[in-house]
């Protein structure tokens, strides 16, 4: 049977996105209210990063970068919109379909909410606030579009019709009240729209106007929500840790003049905050509040302890430079970064704890249940591996992983350098498994000895040039850069000073190139005598490795 689509597709569509939009605006609003990052839009997002397999994040990391987040979102925009406009359709058979549709999708929504390791039950209001919202305004939509004009004959004569068939469903409206003819006094020809195989009219104008009042109520409630929810940010309580940073136990040594050559477009030695590279999993940022944020250390420990924010900061302060390194970043790649942090000594905290024999790692878990599995005996050797709370001398950016997060020199962050640190359990590689390593990466995640060119890039002029980059080899120290122009010697390039070993190394060389294209390639030497291998492999599964090679064009 065909069903009784008197309203036209596109009018349909249309209250289906409209409802949708009302539903993902009141549920922002119940998440304002709630506080937390319960959104529902961003709960189902979280979880879908969290579903999507490890080589499709990989590839979305590689494609996108750091945009991969706006993608995602973008993405599932578009997929919440395409589903709006099919319930709006699937309401054309009966409003019911479509009302219950947007009831599974925020039961969906709520289920996502849920399911967040830092949610509790009330986060499932959200989206089911939303999706009641979302129904009313579907079934108030529907009512406004039920046609209140029976078929025109006269037109449908000139096209395609049946007339006996009209004539009698024409009656059989007339006889239940179906003729409204005041409905548009102003319109001699009401807009036909051709549905099925009958005419029909709907009032464009209540439908618009029923459309307008819902998107008003989508957007008004969305920008309240945010603003609410927006008060829940740490900013203040960020200002506050600002306005009290502790100071080193023994402050390190001001920088030496020497780090930094200043080469424009050459990376400066320390990467200022806002520049710094992000990579994790999160959609909403975490907001972390210092007065009730504590690190349980626990598992395979003698004693397990707990600390509090102000605890952490009357410890021993240790300031260190140290480069951190994604195992993500391809060669000459983007996520690299090097900062002066302060933190307490998490080889301190574990040995108050007293770790059992017999554990190798640590499973360390962030405040949004993302987890690192760091080899006990790294983070035990001497080397500074820190529970940091400031870098560059301001609390950590939220972004950054506020108010703590780990730092270990020589480690992939992916295995160490957890954000928003909040759990430490001490236990085995063979008994627990990290956030990565269920996802096709190795479970150990030493840092590769590695070199960058920074310019030239890609174009540049003819005749001397300055070629200069970094290199990185964290621990371990760069004793040497080579540099080599097409199929040139290898020449030793100039080192920058550096404050250690866990830091990048600036490196510089100058070099005449004629006019046309060259390749310019670098390779690092670390302090160990391993010079980095030339064999090319791609990030996955324990970093990449090869030399970076960079094609430019002197005009
Ligand atoms: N909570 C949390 N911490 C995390 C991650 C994450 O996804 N969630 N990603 C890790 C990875 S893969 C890297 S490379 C570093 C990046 O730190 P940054 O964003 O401060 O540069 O954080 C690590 N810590
Ligand atoms: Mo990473």
Redesign the pocket.
């Known amino acids: 049977m065909i069903p009784r689509t008197a309203v036209p597709a596109w009018a349909a569509a249309l209250a289906g996105l409209t409802a949708a939009a009302v539903a993902l605006g009141i549920g922002q609003l119940a998440a304002g209210v709630i506080g937390g990052d319960s959104s529902p839009v961003v709960a189902v997002g979280n979880a879908a990063v969290d579903l999507t397999p490890g080589w499709l994040k990989d590839w979305a990391i590689a494609t996108f970068g750091e945009n991969d987040k706006n993608v995602l979102l973008g993405g599932i925009f578009v997929v919440i919109a395409l589903l709006a406009a099919g319930f709006g359709l699937l309401s054309r058979i009966r409003v019911g379909y479509g009302r219950l549709a947007l009831l599974v999708f925020g039961v969906i929504g709520a289920w996502a909410a849920a399911t967040r390791p830092d949610a509790g039950m009330i986060d499932i209001l959200p989206a089911l606030v939303g999706a009641w919202a979302g129904t009313s305004t579907l079934t108030r939509l529907f009512r406004r579009l039920e046609p209140k004009d029976a078929d025109y004959p006269d037109r449908a004569d000139s096209s395609n019709g049946e007339p006996s068939d009209r004539a009698e469903e024409q009656a059989a409206q007339d006889a239940a009240g179906g003729v409204e003819p005041g409905d548009h006094p102003q319109l001699e020809k009401p807009p036909v729209m051709l549905a099925g195989t009958r005419l029909r009219t709907i009032d464009r104008r209540r439908l618009f106007t029923g459309v307008a009042t819902g998107a008003g109520i989508a957007v008004a409630a969305g920008a309240a929500g945010v603003w609410i929810g927006d008060r829940n940010n740490v900013s203040a309580e960020r200002a506050q840790v600002a306005a009290e940073l502790p100071k080193p136990a023994t402050p390190l040594a001001p920088l030496p003049a020497g780090v930094d050559f200043k080469v424009p477009n050459l990376s400066p030695f320390v990467t200022p905050n806002h520049d710094f590279y992000r990579?994790d999993t999160a959609l909403a940022l975490p907001n972390v509040d210092p007065k009730t944020w504590t690190l349980k250390i626990h598992g395979m420990v003698d004693r397990p302890v707990e600390i509090t924010f102000a605890d952490l900061l009357k410890r021993p302060i240790i300031e260190a430079d140290l480069t951190l390194a994604?195992?993500?970043n391809p060669v000459g790649g983007p996520?690299v970064g090097n900062a002066r942090w302060l933190g307490v000594s998490m080889a301190a905290v574990l040995r108050e704890a007293g770790i059992k024999a017999g554990a190798d790692m640590l499973l360390s878990t962030s405040a949004d249940g993302w987890t690192a599995g760091t080899p006990v005996e790294v983070v035990m050797d001497g080397r500074d591996a820190l529970f940091a709370f400031a870098m560059n001398g301001e609390p950590l950016p939220v972004a950054h992983g506020f108010p703590v997060r780990q730092v270990v020199p020589g480690l992939?962050?992916?295995v160490s350098a957890t954000k928003w640190v909040v759990d430490v359990e001490v236990t085995r590689f063979d008994q627990a498994r990290a956030y990565w390593t269920d996802r096709g990466w190795d479970a150990e995640g030493p840092i590769k000895t590695q070199s960058r060119i920074d310019t030239p890039r890609n174009k540049t002029q003819p005749g001397r040039n300055v070629i200069a980059g970094v290199a990185w080899a964290q621990t371990k120290g760069i004793a040497k850069v080579e540099v080599k122009v097409d199929e040139g010697p290898w020449r030793e390039a100039k080192l920058a000073e550096v404050p250690g070993l866990d830091t990048w190394r600036q490196w510089m060389i100058e070099a005449d190139l004629a006019t046309g294209m060259h390749t310019l390639s670098c390779r690092a030497t670390d302090e160990t005598g391993y010079t980095q291998t030339a064999d090319g492999a791609p990030p996955e599964p324990n970093g990449a490795t090869g030399y970076h090679h960079v094609l430019v064009e002197t005009t």
């Open positions: 990579v994604c195992v993500s996520y992939y962050g992916y």
